[in-house]
């Protein structure tokens, strides 16, 4: 009965609520997160208004107080995704700082004990732990869906 199988699954149209639209941003993908972005483009919204928060709420380097080539720097790396836009996973760093320390492991996280005591066993836990991240909620609460 081969001939009543369907030549093809669903189109991804098909799949997709009234209206959807192609993301706004690459313009190619549709647009499955707000509406707006595809779930690609919308990691890098996500990114950008965690780091706009972080930068806020810190004002400067938080190494050398300094408001120049300031950065988002991760505690714990971003490739544990459930801390990847946890602004406690996060603080503001210039871009020397941010590259010294990177390239220092050991001496980061002497100075993250110094510098944010208990902060570095707390991110050790929840690295595992955190819920997954919800792009939605995260866009959302970090400055909006527009
Ligand atoms: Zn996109
Ligand atoms: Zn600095």
Redesign the pocket.
């Known amino acids: 009965m081969a001939a009543l199988r369907p030549r093809r699954g669903p189109r991804a149209r098909d799949l997709l609520p009234e209206g959807a639209t192609?993301?706004?941003?690459?313009?190619?993908?549709w647009?499955t997160i707000l509406g707006r972005?595809?779930?690609?483009?919308?990691e890098?919204v996500a990114d950008e208004r965690v780091a706009r928060y972080v930068r806020r709420r810190d004002g400067a380097c938080v190494a050398c107080g300094t408001t120049r080539q300031l950065t988002w720097a991760h505690i714990l790396p971003r490739r544990y995704r459930r801390l990847r836009w946890d602004p406690r996973n996060a603080v503001t760093l210039c871009w020397p700082d941010h590259d010294w320390l990177d390239r220092h492991p050991a001496r980061k996280r002497e100075w993250v004990r110094e510098r944010f005591p208990g902060l570095l066993e707390r991110l050790e836990e929840l690295k595992d732990r955190a819920p997954l991240p919800d792009l939605e909620e995260i866009i959302r609460t970090y400055g909006g869906a527009g």
Not at 22 to 29: A, G, H, K, L, V
Not at 37 to 42: F, L
């Open positions: 192609y993301c706004r941003r690459c313009r190619s993908s647009a972005w595809c779930s690609a483009c919308a890098r």
